[in-house]
């Protein structure tokens, strides 16, 4: 009888906790956990910030001015433009031909969005120095591109050997400069005056001044028509390349202490490599600065941030057309707009992979 009641209270036993086991009710949950938190630093370089909100690409319009037709910029920035339409489906982008002192003006005035420019000019703006009346208070750097060579270029055949000999012989030099609105055409006057020649001297002298394009200035060369070419020229320069293959050039000395006042205008003195080009056989000391991209202070945030991460993250794609852009150091140098304010967007991109603190 006692084994009899063993087996029964077993069984009882047995179908209580399976009832217990069956009923959804009287389930306990399990505890939730907190998600792991990652005690290991970011890498050097990589974002620690939330990513960026999504963009509705159909609202992007990149209106961007560059240089003059067949130069270095505007060919980067038709690379660029066919880039972003790619890259952004649905969004619209043009480029126009424009100069870097006039491109301050029309990305000040909303005419276009995102221009080029050159450090001096845009030294110039930020100040209300010549060429400009008052300061550009409202222009924004967006991001710093390739170095960019002040040179003054002569024919052997001319027998020219410095300015400073232009200056005391008053020769009557045939020179070429870009034309008015074009960074190059504020180097050259800039140039000039620091061995106190202006361009009217020039001409009171005999000579004459020719604003032309780099391509007249090639052809004009070939042709006989030219002495001296001031301009700003970089490293690959396909121009300064044909002019010193057909004709035979040299590179005039521009030393650092009878440059000295460019120091004060956005330019370094440094020099240009032995074989730049045909004909270079020896390092000659130049004037040197750097183009970059400007943008106004309203220009759209969202546009400004996509623009600025199209270059960065193509910038090799870049290099290949520009193979100036190889000097630059896109990590510690792209941002580094020599003063100028960086424009929200730029920033917002800079600092959110980690480049700038």
Known sequence: MKKLLSVLLAVVMMLALASCGSDPKTTTPAATQPPAQSTQAPAPGQSTQAPAPQIDYSKLDLHMTTGSSGSVLYMFGSQFIDLFKELYPGSRAEVAVGGGVSNISTVSNGDFNIGSTAVPALFAALNGVDPFQEKMEDIRAVFRTDPIWGVAMVTKASGINSLKEVAEKKMAVRLAVMPVGNYTELFARQLLSCYGITLDDIKAWGGTVQYTSHAEASDLFKDGHLDMYVTMINKGHAYGTEI??????KMLPLDAEDIKPLMELGYSAGFMPKDAFRGVDEEVPIAISSNLFISSADAPEDLVYLVTKTFYE?????????????????????FDCFGAKLHPGAEKYYKEIGILK
């Open 314 to 334: 193509h910038f090799d794609d870049f290099a290949l057309t520009n193979t100036a852009l190889t000097q630059l150091n896109k990590e510690t140098e792209i």
């Open 244 to 249: 010193f293959t057909n004709v035979d050039m």
